[in-house]
């Protein structure tokens, strides 16, 4: 692993989950990690309900826009995190994974995302305390 490590979120539409795990890292761990997002096929947008949680948290990820999954990113990353892109994730030598069971925000009101949220977060301190402390 390097200085900086990379860590790579990844669910399918790079919409919800994805996108609210890397504004938690690059919020509570700023330069400490570099971080990424992507998804096996993503969305157009990002999910608004996502957004909206997210801004009550005080971290702003509007302006994200949903990225395709590629090879490089895996490549490039130290830590890859899935959520749900079953097998679209290719595997690389070397690289620590882990598979994060979260329910998908997709579809649901602000009540269910706050509590996905706030599972993100939980898990997304145990990492940066294991990564950059």
Known sequence: MTDTPTVLFVCVHNAG????AAGYLQHLAGDRVEVLSAGSEPKDQINPVAVAA??????????NTPKLLTVDAVRESD???TMGCGDACPIFPGKRYEDWQLDDPAGRGIEDVRRIRDDIRTRVEALIADLAP
């Open 17 to 20: 989950r994805s996108q609210m």
């Open 54 to 63: 997210m801004a009550e948290a005080g971290i702003d990820i509007a302006a």
């Open 79 to 81: 830590v890859v995190i």
